[in-house]
């Protein structure tokens, strides 16, 4: 199996502010990478598949980049909004699996 | 509008059995994967268990392998998870989601296991 690794595990940031999420698989897994953000109380929201795909209708405020092992997602100019978890998940091989979250704060 | 609602949950003792419901709507569903992905409370996402277009492929997380059963029927836009021999650890929200890259998901339905 497939484990996904993120860091840091939570983040403090202010608005305005670029911030970088790293996330690492155990094995290689191409370029089969989702990045999503979740809201409290809320389901999770697609960003980027594919490792870099922005998903129709998310700004390009952010971006994904990445292949093989290593990713990165990188979100510019914080606003109050973007405040939230993401995970990465990898959809290369089953069992499907997810990092366990980052939880980016306000500072 | 693209939507997926689901619907199912509910409290029920250990042991015991749920059937859970995902309608979709707004797309062509008989040509779409579908996932279903749960998450206990305070805690991260957890996979679960895959179907694909024709139901000719299924996967299953190794948590739920044997207890659980996702099924779905094309002509009514829905997707199925049967859930045997619950535990207290299957107590979340559950989700379903579509493709293998989960690009659209419903609101989530909650699942508690407790006596």
């Known amino acids: 199996d497939i484990q996904m690794t993120q860091s840091p595990s939570s983040l403090s940031a202010s608005v305005g502010d670029r911030v970088t999420i790293t996330c690492r698989a155990s094995q290689g897994i191409s370029n089969y990478l989702a990045w999503f953000q979740q809201k409290p109380g809320k389901a999770p929201k697609s960003l980027i598949y594919?490792?870099?795909s922005l998903q129709s209708g998310v700004p390009s405020k952010f971006s994904g980049s990445g292949s093989g092992t290593d990713f990165t997602l990188t979100i510019s100019s914080l606003q109050p909004e973007d405040f939230a978890t993401y995970y990465c998940?990898?959809?290369?091989?089953?069992?499907?699996?997810f990092g366990q979250g980052t939880k980016l704060e306000i500072k | 509008e693209v939507q997926l609602v689901e619907s199912g949950g509910g409290l029920v003792q250990p042991g015991g059995s749920l059937s859970l419901s995902c309608a979709a709507s707004g797309f062509t569903f008989n040509t779409y994967s579908m996932n279903w992905v749960r998450q206990a409370p305070g805690k991260g996402l957890e996979w679960v268990s895959y179907i694909s277009s024709s139901s000719g492929s299924i996967y299953y997380a190794d948590s739920v392998k044997g207890r659980f059963t996702i099924s779905r029927d094309n002509a009514k836009n829905s997707l199925y998870l049967q859930m045997n021999s619950l535990r207290a650890e299957d107590t979340a929200v559950y989700y379903c989601?579509?493709?293998?890259?989960?690009?659209?998901w419903g609101k989530g339905t909650t699942v508690t296991v407790s006596s």
């Open positions: 594919a490792a870099s």
């Open positions: 989601a579509r493709l293998y890259y989960m690009d659209v």
């Open positions: 998940q990898q959809y290369n091989s089953y069992p499907y699996s």
